[in-house]
């Protein structure tokens, strides 16, 4: 029998993920609970694997099926693909069974060449409809050209701007039916300029051409960072997405948007979400125009948007978490494109954790898996310095977009952020807007500022995803990229000029603005107290400084687990004496130096064990110069207690100490062999302090591996340090 490559939306469901990618499932899903979704059909993950297989090429089979696929959704729709009298236009989408922000781009109006256009325009005579049928043919050419055959969409951005520029208008949908199609040729012509070849006009050519460019999408260098950054297997391929177009470029009373059932941002339990009327999807995406709020669909659109409230109270109740939905309305019909669990920020995934079981969605154990660890660490972030930021005076205002502060030097391409974060310098990435291919950019920035776009624009998801800061939607910023410039609030910034955003507000500032570490409270306690119901393990901290174990403390650490010693010498105050010791000649010189290192390390490890507030079980493992110590309380004012010491072949040997309170400092490495075996004959000699002092007699044969007996006696008087020779 032969491999199945292709189901249509009627076929799958939301158990099939794995196979149908993520938006394929939940449009099947979709379809099966009897939600508006247009009828398409989705080509399978298994045949992007096959495609890598076959040596990049779609083979026979995928291709028939993909064909039965096309005539299945021309009976459903009453279109014919690429028919002049009733031309059937999809749009192709990428979807694998995890969000990947680094795929390829949607593709819409796919189908249309000069004899469809010319037919559909004949067969309506409205003027608005034949500007409605250029605007598609000249956003179909762009993507087309963007996305499959990787013509930079610059070279068509500029020919827009210089229209706008002659007509003397803002924006795209104030261009004319006359200016658009003149936009169509001046795009064909571009497009073969750059290749050398016409743009293609046979439909099944535009379809096998788009599929191939979704399955090299997976292997793109935006993809590759995104799965190593998320840890998603390269075996698991992308599907493919074929359904029927609906227009939310048609006339005023269509249009698109992007919503979210629960706020992203700080999990509040209301609808959060954008829309642009007589506009595209990806208008919406990329930032084109700002959108307005999703609330405002309500005056112009009520039928559809009393319907859209229902059907994110089904979509909820379904899946039970927060969704993110693309919708278009045509001619005042609601059509659902997609849905999936919302990206949100940290904040927000306790928020709608707590929610969710309040609200009897989720149990408590399934609250807290539902919540990536890896997330809670932006918990962390820092935000501006009250006292500064109070001084400070905003030069504009964004949308806050991710919540957090960032402040570095201005860069304006993502290769340059890249580029400047290698050589140590914090970045703020600023663009009219971000598409996927900067997504290594803006991992590499501190944040990220945005002329165009709303709170579901590229960047903003994106960078919500990454903990990243960002604010978008500064349309006062006057805008110079090609220059590297731009100005705001009459101060022009250049590469390599200081800034400061402030990604829960907005604000906008032209200075570096001092930042300090986020609180925790709220829910984090709530979440935490039900992870520690759930778990099976112990967390210890690794801590290298006081100030270390104190925030690990605060925040549940158990203990220390690891402690660098070494690196308890990094401040610029101590790091002269360490390399001293090191650089040393002598016996004499090095133990100069070392008297000069031991109050700084006997004061932190004092302080490390005040942080812990009481005696927890801390492993201390450094570099050559340092000495694996255990430690427990001792419940008794005088103990005997034996215990081992293990001798390893490596620079690091270790001595086990049972006391409450130690004050420990280490004066020498232990003697090695150049093999690294432990040479015979070390000795612990007793030091006094405050005439009190506790004695550790050790001996042991020289051998690799080798476990010897230390004796233990303590006084009194825990306040007693010793020196390893």
């Keep these: 029998m032969a491999n199945k490559w292709v189901y249509t939306f009627k076929e799958g469901n939301m158990s099939m993920r794995n196979l149908l990618g993520g938006k394929g499932a939940n449009l099947a899903e979709m379809t099966e609970i009897g939600l508006p979704?247009?009828?398409?059909?989705?080509?399978?993950?298994?045949?992007?694997?096959?495609?890598?297989?076959?040596?990049?090429?779609?083979?026979?089979e995928i291709m028939a099926q993909t064909m039965d696929g096309v005539k299945w959704m021309e009976e459903v729709n009453g279109k014919k693909f690429g028919d002049l009298k009733n031309p059937l236009l999809v749009s192709v989408r990428s979807g694998a069974r995890a969000s990947m922000p680094g795929m390829m781009d949607t593709i819409l109006n796919l189908g249309l060449n000069d004899e469809v256009v010319a037919a559909m325009i004949a067969g309506n005579p409205d003027p608005a409809f034949e500007r409605f049928v250029y605007d598609s043919y000249r956003r179909f050419i762009q993507m087309f050209s963007d996305v499959v055959m990787e013509v930079g969409k610059k070279y068509f951005e500029?020919?827009?701007?210089?229209?706008?520029?002659?007509?003397?208008?803002?924006?795209?949908?104030?261009?004319?039916?006359?200016?658009?199609?003149?936009l169509a040729e001046q795009f064909k012509a571009e497009y073969k300029n750059q290749l050398g070849s016409d743009f293609p006009s046979d439909p099944v050519e535009q379809l096998k051409l788009a599929i191939e460019a979704v399955?090299?999408?997976?292997?793109?260098p935006r993809a590759n960072v995104y799965r190593r950054d998320n840890d998603i297997p390269y075996s698991w391929g992308t599907a493919v997405n074929v359904m029927p177009m609906v227009f939310g470029n048609l006339n005023n009373e269509s249009g698109t948007g992007v919503a979210f059932t629960r706020d992203p941002a700080t999990g509040e339990n209301k609808l959060?979400?954008?829309?642009?009327?007589?506009?595209?999807?990806?208008?919406?995406?990329?930032?084109?125009?700002?959108?307005?709020?999703?609330?405002?669909m309500e005056q112009e659109f009520p039928e559809a948007y009393a319907e859209f409230l229902k059907v994110c109270e089904t979509l909820e109740n379904h899946y039970h978490d927060m969704q993110d939905m693309e919708f278009t309305v045509e001619n005042k019909k609601l059509y659902m494109l997609q849905c999936r669990n919302g990206k949100r920020t940290a904040p927000a995934a306790l928020k709608i954790a707590c929610d969710l079981v309040d609200e009897g969605h989720k149990t408590e154990e399934e609250a807290v898996l539902m919540i990536d660890p890896r997330n809670l660490d932006t918990l962390l972030h820092p935000q501006f310095d009250a006292a500064a930021l109070k001084a400070a005076t905003p030069l504009g205002k964004g949308l806050g977009a991710s919540p957090g502060a960032a402040c570095g030097k201005v860069v304006f391409t993502a290769d340059d952020a890249e580029k400047w974060a290698e050589r140590g310098e914090k970045v703020v990435l600023v663009r009219l807007e971000t598409s996927p291919e900067d997504i290594t950019g803006m991992k590499a920035a501190q944040g990220i500022l945005t002329v165009r776009g709303g709170m579901t624009s590229h960047a903003a998801v994106v960078a919500r995803g990454m903990g990243t800061c960002c604010v978008s939607g500064c349309g006062d910023i006057a805008m110079d990229e090609e220059n590297k410039t731009f100005t705001l609030g009459g101060q022009t910034f250049v590469e390599g000029s200081e800034i400061s955003?402030?990604?829960?507000?907005?604000?906008?500032?032209?200075?570096?603005?001092?930042t300090v570490d986020a609180t925790i409270a709220g829910e984090f306690g709530r979440v935490m107290a039900w992870a520690d119901k759930f778990?099976?393990?112990?967390?210890?901290?690794?801590?290298?400084?006081?100030?270390?174990?104190?925030?690990?403390r605060e925040l549940g650490a158990e203990g220390i687990g690891l402690c660098r010693t070494e690196h308890m010498f990094f401040e610029e105050s101590r790091i002269a004496a360490f390399r001293e010791m090191i650089c040393s000649d002598t016996v004499e010189e090095r133990e100069a130096a070392l008297e000069k290192i031991l109050p700084y390390q006997q004061g932190d490890f004092e302080a490390l064990y005040e942080a812990l507030e009481v005696a927890a079980s801390v492993a201390f493992a450094g570099g050559s110069f340092s000495l694996c110590i255990f430690t427990c309380t001792a419940s008794t004012t005088t103990m005997a207690l034996s215990?081992?010491?293990p001798i390893a072949s490596t620079s690091a040997n270790s001595v086990s100490i049972l006391m409450e309170k130690p004050n420990i400092c280490i004066k020498k490495k232990v003697p090695t062999s150049e093999t690294g075996t432990a040479i015979a004959g070390i000795n612990?000699?007793?030091?006094?302090?405050?005439?009190?002092?506790?004695?550790i007699n050790t001996s042991k044969k020289a051998s690799n591996n080798v476990r010897s007996t230390t004796e233990i006696e303590a006084s009194r008087n825990r306040e007693t340090s010793y020196d390893i020779l």
């Design 37 to 60: 979704v247009p009828q398409g059909f989705t080509i399978t993950t298994e045949a992007c694997t096959q495609y890598y297989e076959d040596g990049r090429k779609i083979n026979d």
């Design 158 to 182: 500029q020919l827009i701007d210089k229209m706008k520029e002659e007509k003397g208008v803002q924006y795209d949908v104030e261009l004319t039916a006359a200016d658009l199609k003149t």
């Design 215 to 220: 399955f090299r999408s997976w292997d793109n």
């Design 272 to 296: 959060m979400g954008e829309f642009l009327i007589n506009a595209q999807g990806e208008d919406v995406v990329a930032g084109v125009r700002t959108p307005m709020p999703i609330a405002q």
């Design 501 to 514: 955003i402030d990604g829960t507000t907005g604000n906008i500032y032209g200075t570096l603005i001092p």
């Design 535 to 552: 778990r099976t393990l112990k967390v210890r901290t690794n801590a290298d400084t006081p100030e270390d174990a104190k925030k690990a």
């Design 643 to 645: 215990t081992t010491i």
């Design 684 to 695: 612990v000699e007793r030091k006094s302090c405050r005439n009190k002092y506790t004695t």
